[in-house]
């Protein structure tokens, strides 16, 4: 664990625009760098433990594809745009 000295030295270099933690890309302080970092590497793991490693891969093919307005899926169809489903 980091000393207190250290964690200001990080704070002080976050504050500059340095990112200071893996992850925490655009955190103005070391504390909301930690934040960012901490919400990322959660987030995916949390939307596969929701909707299933399938349906995680299937999003992973088709989520390029997804607006607002429909699905990733109905917007290849209507692009045209084939997506292999073996894979998944």
Do not use: C, F, N, W
Request: proline residues 1%; hydrophobic residues 25%; without cysteine.
């Amino acid at each position: 664990m980091s000393t207190e000295q250290e964690r200001a030295e990080l704070d002080r270099r976050a504050k500059e625009g340095e990112t200071v933690v893996p992850g925490g890309t655009g955190g103005k302080s070391l504390e909301a760098q930690e934040h960012l970092a901490e919400g990322r590497s959660r987030g995916g793991q949390a939307r596969k433990e929701q909707i299933g490693t399938e349906g995680y891969e299937e999003m992973g093919l088709k989520g390029g594809l997804s607006t607002k307005e429909e699905s990733g899926g109905e917007s290849a169809a209507r692009e045209g745009i084939e997506i292999d489903e073996s894979q998944v």
